[in-house]
C-alpha cells in the first residue's frame, strides 16, 4: 500500500484485499469520503462532493483464473480491459467489455455499468457477471454468485453490482462469462439503416455522425453472404468507432425502436455515436445547450438522458441524471446494508444516493 | 376484497396448493386469485396486518419446494393475471405474472418473435414462476437465462407498495432492482407483471443427433465445438439409461446401444447452419461420433426436442418416484464429475439417470426409486446432497436454474461463508424488514448475523415428504 503526500486528497493503492479492508474499515470509522479510481476515465458521473480519500484499484489486477475450455475468466477490478482482452484473443474469446477501452478497468467499466457496442446481439455488460467479490463500506469480505456459466444459487449480487457506482462495496475481483470469437469477420458500411434489417441478427449496428456501419461476425459462409445481402462497402475486420469526446458528455438511453428519433432530435453540434437495436446513444458537445428540451422528449419516451461528463464548475441547472428513478427509498435501504457510513463515491447515483 | 370465489379454504384445495413439483408438502391457510397488481397490493397489505406469509405461486411446477407454505400463509396464486402485450417495433411484450412460457412464444410467432427462455416444463410453467427462478432451458446457452430476458417489471413490495422497475431503454439509471427480483424466487415481493425482450425467429435452423460409445467423446465435442468459436443454440447430452427410458416410451428412434447422445442445435441464416452443421459432424466424428444424423424437417426436429424434453416424463413412465438434481460445474470438470455421480448412486444402490446441458455444464442426475419406502427415500436425499458436494468440490454451483426454495437452503452454507450469507440476508431485509415474503426460503435460518425481529419459521416435521 502507498499514500502520496502533497496537496488535495490521500492517494492509496491498496496492493491486497486485506489492505482494502483496512482503508475502508477506518474510512468508515473517521467518516471519510472516498473517491475509487480503476483507469480514472469515467470520472464525471453524478454530483460527488470532494472526496477525503482516492482509492487507486491498480494493485488488485490480474488474471486469476482462465481456463479456455470453461469459457469463463476470473480477474481482479483493477485490471486494465484492454489488457484482459487481448490476453483473451490469443485464445479468441472476449469478455464483450467495451471496445476501445482506453485505461479503463474492469472493476470500473462494471461499476459504471457502460457495455460493449456489441450489446445489441450480446447483450450488456451485466451479462457477463457471474461472480463478484467485494469489500463493504464496513470493510466485510463477500462474494455473490459462482464461477460457473449458470447459477440461481441466492440473490444475483453479481448483476446489482453492474452500474452501483460502488454503493455496495468496492469490488475485488470478478468472474466473467466469455464468448468465442467466430473465425470470420468484415464491417460493412451501408447508406440506408433500412438495409441492416437485411441481416436478422447483425453483431452491430452503429451510427456515427450519420455514417452507419454494420459489423459481422461468424463462420466465413456466414459473414459473406449477410455482407452480400448487406450490399455497402465491407473491409475484413472490426474497426470500432471511438466515443464521442467534449466538454459536454452524455449517454441516451431510449427504447430500442426510437433510437433514430432520438439521433434526430439531438442538438444542433452534438457528435453522436447510436448503437442501433440496443437504444443507447453516446454523444458529446461543447455545452448543454438544448439538453432540457432532448431530456424532457426522452424521458416522455421512457428512456432516460445522463450527463456523463460536464466541465469543473459548469452551471447548466441541469441533474445529471434526471427524474429520480422509482424505488429510492429501497435503493438507500439496501445500499446502508453494504455501506453504513456511505462513504464509497457518495453522490454519483441518482437522487442523491 | 376478493371476492368468495377466489379465494379457496377446502382442505382439499388448501392439500394442493401446498405442494409443488418436489417432493415437499407445505400448509396453506387459504389460497387467493387477485386479477390485478391493486389486489395484490391489498392482499400484501391484509396478510402484513395479520402477519401470515404471502407464497406466490405460478403454476407449482418448481422442483425445489420454492412455492410451498412451509408453516401456514397465503398461497397467492398468479394464474389470473394472464394479459399478453407486444410491442413488435421494440420487441418487448408486457406480460402477466401468471402467463404460461409457451403461449407468450405462441402468442409473440405471427410477428416473428419468441421468448427465448425455454425450460423443459415450458407448456405449464409461468413466466411469474421464470422470473422468480431466473428459469433456463436448453437454449439459453446462446441466450441466456430469464434474466436476460427482463427488461423491466411491475412489483408488489412490503406495505402494499406498486413500482414500475426498468423499461424497455437500456441502463435505467440507479441500482438495478429489478435485476436482484429476477431469481429472488418471491422473498423480495410479488412480479404481478414482466416486460421481457423477444427475439426474432432465426431464419433457419439445423438439428443433429450424435451417438458416441463413450461419454468423453460427447463431451469432448462439446468443448471443441466451442473452442471453434461456435456458441451452438442448445448443446444437450442424455446417457445411455436416459435414453433408452425415453425411447422406450416415446419411440423417438434414438439410438440405445450407445454411451450417451449429444442433441446439438445451430440457428441462423441459411448459410451459417449449414456450416456450423458440417463443423459439428466433423468435431463429433473425429471424436468417436459413429453416426451424425440430421433433423430432415420440422417433424423430425420436434421429435428429437420431444425426446429430450420429456426426459423426465419418461422416467416417470418407469419408476413410481424420481428425485431431479440441478447442479453445475465448470465445463472442463462435466465427466470426472459425472463418473462421481455414478460412483455415489451405485454406492446406494440407486438407479440414475443423466440428462443434462452439456454447454453449460448443468447436470441434471435424476434418481429412480419408490417413495413409499422410506428407507429408499432416505438414500436418495443423501445421495443427492453428496453429488451437490461433489460439484461443489469441483468450483461448482448449487442450482444452475431450478432455485435454492427450500429444498437446498441449508446447503447453501457449504457454497457461501457466513458473511456472504449474513449479506444476502440484507439484501432481503432491505426488501421485506417484516419477513412476509415466502420466508424460510433461498437462505438457512440464522443467515443474518444480528437478529433483525422477523417472524422465524422452523420447517415443520415431516416437510421432506
Known amino acids: 500500500m502507498t499514500a502520496a503526500a502533497g496537496g488535495g486528497p490521500e492517494r492509496v493503492a491498496p496492493s491486497s484485499v486485506e489492505d482494502l479492508v483496512t482503508v475502508l474499515a477506518s474510512a468508515t470509522e473517521e467518516q471519510r469520503v472516498v473517491n475509487v479510481v480503476g483507469g480514472g476515465t469515467r470520472q464525471g458521473y453524478g454530483s460527488p462532493p470532494p472526496p477525503d480519500l482516492v482509492l487507486e484499484m491498480s494493485g488488485l489486477a490480474g488474471i486469476e483464473e482462465w481456463d479456455p475450455d470453461d469459457l469463463t475468466v476470473t480477474v481482479g477490478a483493477g485490471t486494465e480491459v484492454a489488457e484482459l482482452e487481448a490476453e483473451l484473443a490469443e485464445r479468441s474469446q472476449t469478455a464483450v467489455l467495451p471496445e476501445i477501452p482506453g485505461r479503463s478497468t474492469v472493476g470500473g467499466v462494471i461499476s459504471v455499468g457502460v457495455s460493449s457496442l456489441r450489446r445489441a446481439r450480446l447483450l450488456g455488460t451485466r451479462e457477463r457477471m457471474l461472480e463478484v467479490r467485494l469489500v463493504t463500506g464496513d470493510g466485510r469480505v463477500i462474494r455473490g454468485g459462482g464461477r460457473v456459466v449458470k447459477n440461481v444459487s441466492g440473490y444475483d449480487l453479481p448483476r446489482l453490482v453492474v452500474g452501483a457506482f460502488g454503493s455496495l462495496g468496492v469490488i475485488t475481483s470478478v468472474c466473467l462469462k466469455l464468448w468465442p470469437v467466430p473465425p470470420a469477420s468484415a464491417t460493412v458500411t451501408i447508406d440506408d439503416i433500412g438495409a441492416s434489417e437485411r441481416v436478422r441478427r447483425p453483431l452491430a449496428v452503429l451510427e456515427r455522425n450519420g455514417v452507419t456501419e454494420v459489423f459481422l461476425w461468424g463462420t466465413p459462409e456466414e459473414v459473406s453472404a449477410s455482407g452480400g445481402r448487406l450490399g455497402g462497402v465491407a473491409v475484413e475486420g472490426h474497426h470500432w468507432p471511438a466515443d464521442p469526446e467534449g466538454p459536454f458528455q452524455w449517454s441516451v438511453r431510449v427504447p430500442p425502436a426510437s433510437t433514430s428519433a432520438a439521433v434526430g432530435r439531438l442538438p444542433a453540434g452534438w457528435d453522436y455515436l447510436a448503437i442501433h437495436g440496443a437504444g443507447e446513444i453516446r454523444a458529446a458537445s461543447a455545452d448543454s445547450q438544448g439538453a432540457d428540451e432532448l431530456r424532457s422528449w426522452v424521458e416522455t419516451s421512457g428512456g432516460a438522458l445522463v450527463e456523463t461528463q460536464a466541465p469543473d464548475g459548469a452551471l447548466d441547472g441541469l441533474d445529471p441524471w434526471g427524474s429520480p428513478p422509482p424505488g429510492l427509498e429501497i435503493q438507500r435501504r439496501l445500499i446502508s446494508q453494504f455501506d453504513p457510513g456511505r462513504v464509497i463515491n457518495p453522490g454519483r447515483l441518482p437522487g442523491g444516493l | ?465
Not at chain 2, 343 to 357: E, K, M, P, Q, S
Not at chain 2, 412 to 427: G, I, K, S
Open chain 2, 1 to 465: 376484497m376478493l371476492s368468495v370465489d377466489r379465494v379457496l379454504e377446502e382442505p382439499v384445495e388448501l392439500y394442493l396448493y401446498s405442494r409443488d413439483a418436489s417432493l415437499m408438502q407445505g400448509q396453506a391457510t387459504c389460497v387467493v386469485f387477485p386479477h390485478t397488481t391493486a389486489e395484490v397490493a391489498e392482499v400484501v397489505r391484509v396478510a402484513e396486518r395479520h402477519s401470515v406469509p404471502i407464497v406466490a405461486r405460478g403454476a407449482g411446477t418448481g422442483l425445489a419446494a420454492g412455492a410451498i407454505p412451509v408453516d401456514g400463509g397465503i398461497v397467492l396464486s398468479t394464474t389470473a393475471m394472464n394479459q399478453i402485450e407486444i410491442d413488435v417495433e421494440n420487441r418487448t411484450a408486457w406480460v402477466g405474472a401468471g402467463v404460461i412460457n409457451l403461449d407468450l412464444s405462441n402468442e409473440a410467432e405471427p410477428f416473428g418473435l419468441v421468448f427465448a427462455p425455454d425450460p423443459s416444463s415450458q407448456s405449464a410453467c409461468t413466466i411469474g414462476g421464470n422470473v422468480a427462478n431466473n428459469s433456463g432451458g436448453a437454449h439459453c446457452l446462446a441466450e441466456g437465462a430469464t434474466t436476460s430476458h427482463v427488461l423491466g417489471m411491475e412489483v408488489v413490495l412490503a406495505g402494499g407498495e406498486i413500482l414500475i422497475l426498468g423499461g424497455q431503454a437500456p441502463d435505467m439509471p440507479g441500482l438495478d432492482l429489478k435485476g436482484l427480483m429476477v431469481g429472488s424466487e418471491g422473498t423480495l415481493g410479488v412480479v404481478t407483471r414482466a416486460l421481457v425482450r423477444l427475439l426474432p425467429i432465426e431464419a433457419d435452423v439445423r438439428t443433429l443427433l450424435l451417438d458416441f460409445e463413450e461419454l468423453e467423446g460427447a463431451t469432448r465435442t462439446v468443448s471443441e465445438v466451442i473452442a471453434s468459436g461456435l456458441v451452438p443454440a442448445a448443446l444437450e447430452i442424455m446417457d445411455q439409461k436416459m435414453t433408452t427410458a425415453v425411447e422406450n416410451w416415446l419411440k423417438a428412434g434414438l439410438p440405445c446401444d450407445c454411451a450417451a447422445i449429444l442433441l446439438a442445435e445451430v440457428v441462423g441464416e441459411p448459410e451459417a447452419v449449414e456450416a456450423e452443421a458440417a463443423l459439428i459432424s466433423r468435431i463429433g466424428l473425429a471424436n468417436g461420433a459413429r453416426e451424425v444424423k440430421v433433423a430432415r424437417d420440422e417433424a423430425e426436429r420436434a421429435i428429437l426436442w420431444k425426446g429430450r424434453k420429456s426426459a423426465f416424463g419418461a422416467v416417470a413412465q418407469v419408476s413410481p418416484n424420481y428425485y431431479l438434481h440441478d447442479t453445475v460445474v465448470p465445463r472442463s470438470r462435466l465427466v470426472e464429475t459425472m463418473e462421481e455421480v455414478q460412483a455415489i448412486a451405485d454406492r446406494y444402490g440407486l438407479d440414475v439417470y443423466n440428462v443434462f446441458h452439456a454447454g453449460d455444464g448443468n447436470l441434471h442426475p435424476l434418481m429412480a426409486f419408490d417413495a413409499s419406502d422410506p428407507v429408499m427415500l432416505d438414500k436418495v436425499h443423501k445421495a443427492g446432497e453428496e453429488m451437490v458436494a461433489a460439484c461443489l468440490s469441483r468450483g461448482g454451483a448449487l442450482s444452475g436454474e431450478h432455485g435454492i426454495g427450500l429444498e437446498k437452503r441449508d446447503m447453501m452454507r457449504a457454497d457461501f461463508t457466513e458473511l456472504d450469507l449474513d449479506a444476502q440476508a440484507r439484501l432481503k431485509e432491505a426488501f421485506d424488514p417484516g419477513g412476509i415474503f415466502n420466508p424460510a426460503k433461498v437462505l438457512p435460518e440464522g443467515s443474518r448475523c444480528f437478529d433483525f425481529g422477523g417472524v422465524r419459521r422452523e420447517i415443520p416435521d415431516g416437510a421432506w415428504v
